[in-house]
């Protein structure tokens, strides 16, 4: 399958909510599966979607040992994928929905590969990102992920800070009221400032007003409609959203 193919196949799956089946594609390397990516991502820009991310994955333990995987990856968002921190997520067009708790930061100045990535961040947030890979039973080789744009499906930000220590924060992720997963922002990476200088080294240079996903401190959990979910960090606050099945009820009530 050349770029533009598979490019357009996980476009159609992701629209249309029926994922392909992984290890087909013939993908075997990263920059083959970073040209489809691109490929991907510039679909969505032509249905006017707008730049507004760029993400880190694979930079936690948990989430390499949850997907089999070793290697960091990265990938785009956009300005559809955003969900007002307390927002309505309407979940029904996913396939298979998961939600990580992460840290965001957010540019003030360009990042550029080299020098002090820090010096580029004017804030810092806790961050919810929800996942949903467009192949069967999230099951895909490394290059496959890379190309379904690192499985990027939407995030929500809660209130930035201009704090800068983000060392060895406890991260609590919890749907509606229960604790589901607990860590700590060491786990990515081993600081979320790493995370930063690789985003610098893989992405820069990117602009001011770009908001970066670190990357998850816990392994991801599904998502079911109806869930009220919530990130808290240490120090940073808490950030939420609450799924729901618009598209599932207005085709049932079509159906009645
Ligand atoms: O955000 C990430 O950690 C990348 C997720 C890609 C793999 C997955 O679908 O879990
Ligand atoms: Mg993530």
Known sequence: MNAGTLAEALDRAALDGRP???GASGLTDTAGAYEVQSALVARRLARGERLTGFKLGFTSQAKMRQMGVADLIHGRLTDRMEVPDGGRLDVSGLIHPRVEPEVAFLLG???LPG???MAAVSAVAPALEVIDSRYDGFRFSLPEVIADNTSA???AVGAWW???D???LGVLLELDGRTV???STAAILGHPLRALAAAARLGGPLEPGTVILAGAATAAVPLPP?????ATVAGLGTVALTTEAVGTADVAREDA
Request: charged share 20%.
């Open 20 to 22: 392909l089946a992984g």
């Open 109 to 111: 100045d360009t990042l």
């Open 115 to 117: 020098g002090d990535p």
């Open 153 to 155: 499906a939407h995030y």
């Open 162 to 164: 201009t704090t800068r």
């Open 166 to 168: 983000l060392g060895g």
């Open 181 to 183: 997963e607990t860590g």
């Open 226 to 230: 109806g869930t009220h979910v919530r």
